[in-house]
């Protein structure tokens, strides 16, 4: 399969070409001729498959060809659930609208950074919004723009926008927007609650699932180590030693762990980072850059780091905490092994958070196998809100106590 196959313009053309794409993906060559055809479409396909492409570029030819002379209208609106995936989005649609023959302007918008700029970037129309929902509603507000003109919505990350958290701002763009209208959703998880919401909205859509075959997933090795509380920060010190990762990605369920932890890290000379959704976006966006370009060493980030970031040549990540969803599990460890590199995901499990680990695995229908790092080797057991079945798991026996209380160590 060739992208010339797909219906996409020479403009377009050159545009891949020049990104260095040769071939398209299964998602692309399954959605832009869905997107050209004008229908809505659910796309379902795993992180790192190709999706934003699979909808920019037939979206930019759907733009350009509605261009009729007029002055300068939204045509388009891309939602998306964070500032980082905005901006991601915002300059992949940038790059390919380059190779078009006439300008479209692509406004990119979030919260988080003063609304002036935005204002102001918006003023002799946009064709193309690209914005976190919050803050469209704000421009919205400011009478900045006009949603009823725009013939096409996409939601990317569509689940998370479609869940409960996004839910009202969601209903008041969708009720600002023209009724007849394209719908585009992607996404690499969709829950079956979500999936009712986005039946709602969509009318016929063709849904895309792209069902990797083993040897287009990508190349995540999964290991698990199971250490004590404590250890975890000597050991994550010794594994960046010991497996001189130029690159590290470290996740942690809390702004306040991603603090702490990235200080440690940096007291005993490993260069480490923060990232997570208190700081301001001119440090989020410094820290991104740090990363990219070798400034810093190790991210340590909350959630806001899990979905759809694309961090080149990112040869690990590692689970200091587990995610609390499955899903959220997915997307974590899709931030490494993407466009055909290989990489690995590590997960520490302490014994409070094996239970937890084991649903993670029973969702995702593998079983990876526990390792002990010499050194480092647990001797915690579970505390009793864990192993009464604080998450999922059984209660003890009396054997099962009788035997814990004879291991534990006399003090
Ligand atoms: P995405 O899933 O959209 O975040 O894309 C993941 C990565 O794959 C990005 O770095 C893209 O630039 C890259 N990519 C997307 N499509 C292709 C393609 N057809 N060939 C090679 N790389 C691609």
Known sequence: MSFATLGLSPALL??????????PTPIQSAAIPAVLGGGDVLGLAQTGSGKTAAYALPLLQRVLASRDGGPRRLRALLLLPTRE?????????????????????????????????????????????VATPGRLLDLVEHNALRLDTAQTLVLDEADRLLALGFAEELQRVLGLLPAQRQNLFFSAT???????????????????????????????????????????T???????????????????ATKYAAEHVSDKLWKTGIKAAALHGELSQGTRRQVLAALKA???????????????????????????????????????????????????????????????????????????????IAGFEPGEVASEAQAVGGIKGKRKSKKDKLREAAAQPTR
């Not at 050159?14 to 071939?23: I, S």
């Open 85 to 129: 995936l905005a901006e991601q989005v915002g300059e992949v649609l940038r790059e390919f609208a380059r190779s078009l023959p006439e300008p479209l302007k692509i406004a990119i918008a979030y919260g988080g950074v003063s609304l002036n700029p935005q204002l102001m970037g918006l003023r002799g129309g946009v064709d193309i919004m």
């Open 14 to 23: 050159r545009a891949v070409r020049e990104q260095g794409y040769h071939a």
């Open 190 to 232: 969709f829950a079956p609650a979500v999936q009712a919401l986005a039946d709602a909205i969509l009318r016929e859509p063709q849904r895309i699932a792209i069902e990797a075959t083993p040897a287009e997933l990508p190349d995540i090795v999964q290991r698990a180590i199971q250490v004590d509380t404590a250890a975890r």
């Open 294 to 372: 070798n400034e810093i060493q190790v991210l340590v980030a909350t959630d806001v780091a899990a979905r759809g970031l694309d961090i080149p040549d990112l040869p690990a990540v590692l689970n200091y905490e587990l995610p609390r969803s499955p899903a959220d599990y997915t997307h974590r460890i899709g931030r490494t092994g993407r466009a055909g590199a290989s990489g690995v995901a590590l997960s520490f499990i302490t014994a409070d958070s094996e239970a937890h680990f084991r649903l993670i695995e029973k969702r995702q229908g593998q079983r990876v196998a526990r390792e002990q």
């Open 234 to 252: 000597p050991l994550l010190r010794h594994l960046i030693a010991s497996e001189a990762w130029p690159r590290l990605l470290v996740f942690v």
